[in-house]
């Protein structure tokens, strides 16, 4: 049993595992947020196998998720594609960048996640991209096994 604090009048005993609660699943450095951004978090759940969002990019800012069940299959333009499992976290710098796959990597259970996005003013949160543009940048798409 986790040992309590002393009790006062004013305050009822609290145990102390708040302590010991907190772990750290991801530290970047994001960029300078502007003044007049927001930040939006969403749940995103995908039924099993299902490939997810086609290619995109959150060009108002970076984007940061938990995957709270089953394994997504993450791909970012200049990166190897990997599996997040349930209880990893992830992110993407936003910009330029393409976000290539966030698909369901089993097809025997739902993926679900939270994703954390922060927009500058004036920006879209999310901007599909096109044949062309995936097409002119295939260079910078990792290779991926035959």
């Known amino acids: 049993m986790p040992e309590t604090e002393p009790v006062t009048a004013a305050q009822p005993p609290r145990s102390t595992a708040w302590q010991t609660a ?3 699943l991801q530290e970047v450095e994001p960029p300078t ?13 995908y039924p099993p196998g299902d490939p997810g969002a086609p290619p995109h ?4 800012g970076p984007a940061f998720g938990y995957v709270v069940e089953g394994e997504m299959l993450f791909e970012l333009e200049g990166e190897a594609p990997r599996v997040v499992r349930a209880g990893e976290a992830f992110w993407e710098p936003g910009g330029d960048l393409i976000h290539y796959q966030d698909g369901n990597n089993r097809d025997d259970t739902k993926l679900r996640f939270t994703v954390t996005m922060l ?14 543009e995936l097409a002119q ?10």
Do not use: N
């Open 137 to 146: 940048r295939k260079d910078r798409r990792v290779p991926r096994p035959a």
């Open 119 to 132: 927009c500058q003013p004036d920006q879209p949160m999310l901007v599909l991209v096109d044949d062309e």
């Open 22 to 24: 907190l772990t750290v």
């Open 57 to 60: 990019r959150h060009p108002g």
């Open 33 to 45: 947020v502007t003044p007049g951004s927001h930040a939006m978090t969403v749940v995103i759940e």
